[in-house]
């Protein structure tokens, strides 16, 4: 079921649960940059994209979305994931603690 289809569960005709809200409650999720580093946030899912601006340390991110990108090291391993926290925002994953060497978040 794609997350904009409604299901009617018993009750009433019409009445509907929607699923948005989960999806919703899963991306207003905040994770923490690694301790120690003014993290660069770039245009895209690359070194290659500029910085459009830099996180302070001690800063925690909302992850919108992740999309596959330049594969880059960090404090927390080697990943091509890159989790966009904002419109035209990336930051490498491997930067961010998220608990998981994969996707925690849906696909751009």
Request: hydrophobic fraction near 30%.
């Amino acid at each position: 079921m794609s997350v904009d289809q409604v299901q009617n569960i018993g009750g009433e005709e019409g009445e509907a649960v929607r699923y948005e809200g989960v999806v919703a409650t899963a991306a207003l999720r905040s994770y923490p940059v690694a301790p120690g580093y003014r993290l660069n946030v770039r245009s895209g899912p690359g070194t290659d994209y500029p910085v459009v601006r830099v996180l302070a340390d001690g800063a925690r991110v909302t992850i919108n979305c992740q999309r596959a990108g330049e594969r880059v090291s960090g404090p927390y391993g080697t990943s091509n994931i890159w989790d966009n926290i904002g419109s035209g925002q990336y930051v490498s994953d491997t930067y961010v603690r998220t608990g998981s060497d994969g996707y925690v978040a849906p696909r751009c």
